[in-house]
């Protein structure tokens, strides 16, 4: 089988579903104005998608491909880290390295081709953000300590 074939229905339902789960994703860090949006978003679960689809290609020549999901859990922890930084003793960045790593393993379903799994935990994640926003904004006693709003 051709894995990577751009004249194949497979590869670009692989795509499309990719594009789409971190275009949700990112779609909603971009309106709140965090650092890593649609385009980061889109080619963290692009990428994925790809290097998982590319581990089982080579694991029917005897490779385990599970160990391209242990690489990629770890490799997407650095880009994670790297947009975490601290400030006066204060840590920022971390909902943003979450979301980057989570977008590396919604990718890793979309390249298993768990279509339906990856689009659910695009939409929770999304839920999830929304969600604790609108409560953090409606409960003032969220926003204690390092979790305090900025004035602007």
Known sequence: MDYLN????????????????????????????????????????????IYIHLGEAASHGGADHTRVLGQLVTGVGFLGAGVMFSRKGVVSG???????????????????GLYKGAFALAITTVLVLVGMELLESSLQWLTRGVHRRQEE
Do not use: D, H, N, Y
Not at 94 to 112: D, N, P, R, S
């Open 6 to 49: 751009p004249l194949s229905s497979e590869f670009w339902a692989m795509v499309g579903a990719a594009v789409a789960c971190g275009a949700v994703v990112g779609l909603e860090r971009q309106i709140v104005g965090k650092p890593a949006g649609v385009r980061t978003s889109i080619l963290v679960c692009l990428g994925a998608a």
């Open 94 to 112: 971390v909902t943003t390295a979450a979301v980057i790593w989570l977008l590396a393993g919604i990718g890793a379903a979309v390249g298993m």
